[in-house]
């Protein structure tokens, strides 16, 4: 072995052994659909009914954020998924009145747009799912890169 080839592998070692193992990556750093799908399952299940059944999930795009100013980086995945409700959710928000009139109690929404992305434009109240629905989303979820991971919009690291 040559001189250069020993310094060159001892250098190598001091690097590796220097950085951080999470901070290391060579193959699948980024997060996946699966991942996806388990942040879209979680945040069902907090926000709707903890016996939801997530029943079809599909990415339909991954994309990369630009968030190089922010210090960090961010991907976005664009997906359809369905969610089974055999109970029903947010049993106590349930429409009351005639059809045309119907009225919330406080707390509740009417809205039949059903979403699990966190943003500004989410809906923050609790909505009525009627027990046996099996709601569609078209959805989107994010996930900001951490020291320790990939944080989901579940709050969970990845």
Same mark, same amino acid.
């Given at each position: 072995? /040559? +001189?250069? $080839?020993? &310094?060159?592998?001892? =250098? *190598?070692? $001091? *690097? *590796? /052994?220097?950085?951080?193992?999470?901070?290391? %990556? =060579?193959? /699948? %750093?980024? #997060?996946?659909?699966?991942?996806?799908?388990?942040?879209?399952? !979680?945040?069902?299940?907090?926000?709707?009914?903890?016996?939801?059944?997530?029943? !079809?999930?599909?990415?339909?795009?991954?994309?990369? =954020? @630009?968030?190089?100013?922010?210090?960090?980086?961010? &991907?976005?995945?664009?997906?359809?998924?369905?969610?089974?409700? #055999? +109970?029903?959710? !947010? *049993?106590?928000?349930? #429409?009351?009145?005639?059809?045309?009139?119907? $009225?919330?109690?406080?707390?509740? /929404?009417?809205?039949?747009?059903?979403?699990? $992305?966190?943003?500004? =434009?989410?809906?923050?109240?609790?909505?009525?799912?009627? #027990?046996?629905?099996?709601?569609?989303? +078209?959805?989107?979820?994010?996930?900001?890169?951490?020291?320790?991971?990939?944080?989901?919009? @579940?709050? !969970?690291?990845?």
């Amino acid at each position: 072995m /040559s +001189k250069s $080839t020993i &310094v060159a592998a001892a =250098l *190598l070692a $001091t *690097l *590796l /052994s220097a950085a951080r193992a999470d901070a290391f %990556c =060579l193959f /699948s %750093c980024e #997060p996946t659909a699966a991942e996806a799908r388990k942040v879209f399952e !979680n945040r069902v299940k907090k926000k709707f009914d903890p016996d939801a059944k997530i029943v !079809n999930f599909e990415v339909s795009r991954f994309w990369r =954020l @630009d968030v190089e100013g922010a210090g960090h980086h961010a &991907v976005e995945f664009y997906f359809t998924g369905s969610a089974e409700f #055999p +109970k029903g959710a !947010n *049993l106590d928000c349930k #429409p009351e009145g005639p059809a045309g009139a119907q $009225t919330v109690k406080a707390g509740c /929404s009417a809205s039949k747009y059903y979403s699990t $992305t966190v943003s500004n =434009l989410e809906i923050k109240d609790r909505q009525y799912i009627e #027990p046996g629905a099996k709601i569609d989303f +078209k959805d989107e979820t994010r996930f900001d890169q951490d020291p320790k991971g990939w944080r989901g919009q @579940d709050g !969970n690291i990845y």
